[in-house]
T-cell receptor, first 112, second 114 residues
Framework: GENVEQHPSTLSVQEGDSAVIKCTYS??????FPWYKQELGKRPQLIID?????GEKKDQRIAVTLNKTAKHFSLHITETQPEDSAVYFC???????????FGSGTQLTVLP | GAGVSQTPSNKVTEKGKYVELRCDPI?????LYWYRQSLGQGPEFLIY????????DSGLPNDRFFAVRPEGSVSTLKIQRTERGDSAVYLC????????????FGEGSRLTVL
């Protein structure tokens, strides 16, 4: 099955700085890579996703890059704000299955 | 409904008891998923339904866990002879069929086994 590794587990940045979270996956058949944000006690919510037919996707301050050869993908948040503080999860899914496999999460803290 | 609804939001039970957790997905979503999230961890897949049938139950940890979706909408996760290690937040999610895409999660049911 799929295995997703995520790092770092915690990340603190100053407001206005950039944050980068990295994930690797094991199944070369994986073709969909979402990122979820989870605030304390709340549900995970999708913030951006990328499919294997593209290398990069951007949505305002958030971007995701995918390197299929190396089997890794990254989340980039620019101009961080205190409200970006949350736990971020990467995930991967293969076309043959519909179960998302999640990473272990990154606790992002944006310091004012 | 507007979103995925889960009940109860909190459940405290004693070891050995039976519990049921309910999920009401977004109307029209044919795919329904159960995940389990322990403190400080990512959601862990349990089971996935397409319509009424369990298309993939490979994540259920043992035969104490069972889930149903008899009419293709509401689903119930059933846990028999609960153990302290079952304590976690149980998340339900739904999605539309077709190409894999966004999962819409509920707020979860926090289960505590004393």
């Amino acid at each position: 099955g799929e295995n997703v590794e995520q790092h770092p587990s915690t990340l603190s940045v100053q407001e206005g700085d950039s944050a980068v979270i990295k994930c690797t996956y094991s199944d070369s058949a994986s073709n969909y890579f979402p990122w979820y944000k989870q605030e304390l006690g709340k549900r995970p919510q999708l913030i951006i996703d990328i499919r294997s037919n593209v290398g990069e996707k951007k949505d305002q301050r958030i971007a995701v890059t995918l390197n299929k050869t190396a089997k890794h993908f990254s989340l980039h948040i620019t101009e961080t704000q205190p409200e970006d503080s949350a736990v971020y999860f990467c995930a991967a899914i293969s076309g043959s299955a519909r179960q998302l496999t999640f990473g272990s999460g990154t606790q992002l803290t944006v310091l004012p | 409904g507007a979103g995925v609804s889960q009940t109860p939001s909190n459940k405290v039970t004693e070891k050995g008891k039976y519990v049921e957790l309910r999920c009401d997905p977004i109307s029209g979503h044919t795919a329904l998923y159960w995940y389990r999230q322990s403190l400080g961890q990512g959601p862990e897949f349990l089971i996935y339904f397409q319509g009424t049938g369990a298309a993939d139950d490979s994540g259920l940890p043992n035969d104490r866990f069972f889930a149903v979706r008899p009419e293709g909408s509401v689903s119930t996760l059933k846990i028999q002879r609960t153990e302290r290690g079952d304590s976690a937040v149980y998340l339900c999610a739904s999605s539309s069929w077709g190409e894999v895409g966004e999962l819409f999660f509920g707020e979860g049911s926090r289960l505590t086994v004393l």
